[in-house]
């Protein structure tokens, strides 16, 4: 399907109210019914009829079918929070004494469900180096339930060879969960590559505009009726229908933003490239990222997120970057229309939130909607101050 029919029309009944051109919000928790055989018959079919909205909502059910058709899967769930999509993603193809290979330096969060959560009930992981899919293949055990990945991932970009992972897997039986979150479904599609579950954190690009947290797992019928009777239902991680509208919106404009997004964020790391204040350039668009080839064969775009070593001597002189710098808001996160700075350093002394493995010059820029060049004119100041 068209990218501007999923975007503009799918899912949109319009003749159920009153040809409205923007669905209502359906703010409901509750749904009524004429007779008991139409309230029987309704529980009966829970995953797909309105009951109660912590199970099918008219306006949720709008936002499911857009970003399944986006991700080229048979049906999609909707959650309060990617991190909500990513633990039911992983919790419903986990067993005790089972095993999770993943991918190394997943989000945050994502690493500490595995480290500090799961083993609780006797899951145990294996990070692996995704780089080489051979590495992914030796990690395997005979207990192992799921293989998750996440390319590129948000901070340095090691991307996955996915049409190997997901052949390798198949090959084991063991199914696939991809974080989707950096490419978003316009630039890679991860279904095509015979991978089984797309996950996103939907605050990022799918909602865009900053003032949404949710999240959303992608995948075949028999998963999502799955997830939807087990994790879904009785964990009840759900996206309110008010923010679900929210997110409907924001997704008019998806395209337009990530064509944006991409040129924008090309734009300033070709320039960062041969900026005497800055290192190595962190961009799998550019050609000196180290898998530049398999981004070009697996991924059309690359959107606004990367990162690049401050060229300074010293912790001290580094810092007088951050202090410097305008246009840019000191935050985490990314994706929406705001451009975004993040210093790897913002982490450091922080108990549970140390990261050793990023080095203290590593900042990560996030482009928005902005003007580049104005842009820029705010990461010369950075550069001025930090060299003044
Ligand atoms: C932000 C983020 C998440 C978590 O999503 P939330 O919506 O904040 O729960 C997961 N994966 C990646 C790559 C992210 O950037």
């Excluded at 067993?95 to 994502?110: M, N």
């Excluded at 005979?142 to 390798?168: G, R, V």
């Excluded at 961009?283 to 059309?300: G, N, V």
Aim: net charge negative.
């Amino acid at each position: 399907m068209h990218l501007s029919e999923i975007l503009m029309h799918l899912g949109e009944d319009r003749h159920n109210y009153f040809n409205a051109v923007s669905p209502p919000v359906m703010q409901t928790s509750n749904f009524a019914f004429d007779s008991l055989d139409d309230f029987r018959q309704a529980i009966a079919q829970e995953a797909q009829q309105p009951v109660y909205s912590r199970g099918v909502n008219p306006t949720v059910a709008i936002l499911r079918k857009k970003l399944a058709a986006l991700e080229h899967a048979e049906d999609a769930l909707v959650f309060g929070s990617g991190m909500a999509a990513i633990s039911a993603a992983i919790l419903a193809h986990c067993k005790a004494d089972g095993h999770v290979v993943c991918v190394a330096k997943p989000y945050s969060w994502t690493h500490s469900i595995l480290v500090n959560y799961l083993p609780r009930f006797g899951v145990s992981h294996t990070f692996v180096d995704g780089t080489g899919p051979e590495q992914i293949e030796a990690a395997i055990q005979s207990n192992t339930t799921l293989l998750y990945l996440e390319s590129p991932n948000s901070m340095t970009f090691e991307l996955q060879d996915l049409e190997a992972c997901a052949a390798i897997a198949k090959k084991h039986g063991i199914p696939t969960c991809i974080d989707n979150s950096y490419a978003s479904p316009v630039f890679q599609n991860p279904i095509d590559f015979d991978i089984d579950m797309v996950v996103h954190s939907g605050t990022k690009y799918l909602n865009g505009h900053s003032d949404v947290v949710f999240g959303v797992l992608c995948g075949s019928y028999e998963t999502i009726g799955r997830v939807f009777a087990g994790e879904y239902m009785t964990l009840g991680g759900i996206l309110s229908p008010h923010d679900a509208s929210l997110v409907i919106r924001g997704l008019r404009t998806l395209e337009l933003r990530m064509q944006r997004t991409h040129e924008s964020a090309l734009e300033i790391a070709r320039q960062l490239e041969g900026h005497p204040a800055a290192g190595k350039v962190l961009h799998p668009w550019l050609p000196s990222f180290p898998q530049y080839e398999l981004a070009r064969r697996q991924m059309t775009g690359a959107g606004g997120l990367f990162s690049f070593y401050l060229d300074a001597d010293t912790f001290g002189q580094a810092e007088r970057f951050f202090e410097g710098l305008e246009r840019f808001l000191l935050a985490v996160s990314w994706g929406g229309h705001e451009s975004l700075v993040m210093p790897a350093t913002a982490f450091y002394g922080v108990p549970g939130r140390e990261d050793s493995t990023t080095p203290w010059n590593l900042v990560r820029l996030y482009i928005g909607l902005e003007d580049p060049a104005w842009l820029w004119e705010g990461l010369e100041k950075g550069f001025q101050y930090m060299r003044g």
